[in-house]
């Protein structure tokens, strides 16, 4: 993963709601939630809900299908353990004393 769209997804879920539609979406696991029933569980105004709902799909951290007249969401698992698998790569290895830039 690129230091750049590890930014971007961080970013991403840097926003409180998000984060929380995200969360929740991890819970339900592969099959995801309708969009109402992520409305219904936060609490979060359908026009608001929709807006942060896009900027997830912008960083493909979700991806939504279409059922009928329902919309369904989940989470993009695999892009979440490359990030956290990015967060976590260099953990324990110490510290050069020279610079190296990204």
């Known amino acids: 993963m690129e230091l750049d769209y590890a930014a971007l997804c961080l970013e991403k879920l840097g926003n ?3 984060l929380q539609v995200f969360r929740l979406l ?3 696991g592969h099959e995801g939630l309708p969009v109402g029933e992520i409305q219904a569980q936060l609490g979060v105004p359908a026009s608001t809900l929709s807006h942060h709902l896009a900027q997830l799909m912008q960083a ?3 991806a939504q299908q ?3 007249r329902v919309l369904r969401c989940t ?3 695999m892009l979440m353990e490359r990030l956290l698998g ?3 790569e260099e953990c324990c290895r110490g510290i ?3 610079r190296v830039a990204e």
């Open 86 to 88: 990015y967060l976590t």
């Open 26 to 28: 991890v819970r339900a």
């Open 60 to 62: 493909e951290l979700i």
């Open 75 to 77: 989470a993009n698992f």
């Open 96 to 98: 050069s004393t020279t």
């Open 16 to 18: 409180p709601t998000r």
């Open 66 to 68: 279409r059922e009928g």
